[in-house]
Every structure is written in C-alpha cells, then in structure tokens.
C-alpha cells in the first residue's frame, strides 16, 4: 500500500534531492569539471582589482572548502593553463592566483552556458514565479548557512570540489 501522508520535510527533501541530480549545473566547459569552473567562478569575481590577484585561503573561504581541496583544484587548472601562481615578493608563502586569458576566455564560456540555461528557466516560469524562487532559494540559503555558523553541522563536507 502506498503511503500519501508524506510530511512537508519528507517532500522538501525529496525536492531538493531531484534538483541536485538533474545536474544542470555539472556541464563540462572545455574539459573543466564544474568544481574547476566554479573555482574560475570565483577568481574572476573576487580577484583584487589592483593586482588581478586573489589569495588561495579567500578561494578557500568563499567556495567553503579547505586550502588543500583548493590547491588540488588549482594544479589542474595550472596545467590547463588557466591560471597562473604568482609568489608574494615580500612574503613568499604568499600565492597570488590570477586568471590567464584562456581561463578568463573559458569562465566567459560557462558564464554565458549558464546564463542561457537560467534564461530558459526564466522563460518556463515567468518573471513573477523566477522572482518568487530567488526570494525563496535566499531564504533556504540564509537559513542553512545561520544553522551552519551556529555550529557544526553532519551535512557539511570541507572535502567536496
């Protein structure tokens, strides 16, 4: 007999989980797995504007993994070359990571895929819903993420890339 009394977390759960196996977000870009786009992704939004630089331990912090996830990110996206390490001259453990010209051309190419895929969302729920979604997804994010600072949570994995 099939149960109908699932609970409103049961669904939500559900939900989520479906969403996050569609895997529209998990596209290949020029050989990049969608853990190194998302590490482009973030050094070409939060590199400082002066040097073009942003260090390994802020990549670290605003991806929510550890340095060492993010180094191992980094040396194949070195060898790609699609970024390049510069040493701090006065502090040299100091690493500097900067976009190379074919990385910033390879995280244009996922920006506009992924643009594109949200535009086609856009259109399929129309403006209103795509506004009341992002209200809504916001809210999820800041909740999770207030529960995540409060303390330790089982669900959170430093080792995911």
Not at 51 to 69: A, D, H, M, N, Q
Not at 75 to 94: C, F, N, P, W
Not at 98 to 122: F, I, R, W, Y
Request: charge should be neutral.
């Amino acid at each position: 007999m099939e149960r109908t009394d699932t609970t409103t977390e049961q669904k939500l759960i559900k939900m989520l989980m479906q969403v996050n196996k569609l895997g529209w977000h998990q596209h290949s870009v020029a050989g990049c797995k969608p853990s190194e786009i998302r590490v482009l992704f973030c050094i070409r939004k939060f590199k400082n504007q002066q040097t073009g630089e942003i260090k390994v331990s802020e990549i670290s912090k605003r991806l929510y993994v550890t340095s060492p996830t993010i180094t191992q990110l980094l040396k194949g996206l070195e060898v790609q070359g699609l970024i390049e390490r510069r040493v701090d001259t006065v502090d040299r453990r100091s690493i500097g990571i900067v976009l190379t010209k074919k990385g910033e051309n390879v995280a244009q190419q996922a920006m506009d895929m992924l643009v594109a895929s949200m535009h086609g969302l856009v259109d399929y729920l129309g403006e209103e819903q795509s506004n009341q979604l992002i209200e809504l997804l916001s809210r999820v994010f800041y909740y999770f993420h207030e529960q995540a600072s409060m303390s330790e949570t089982p669900w959170k994995d430093d080792k995911e890339g």
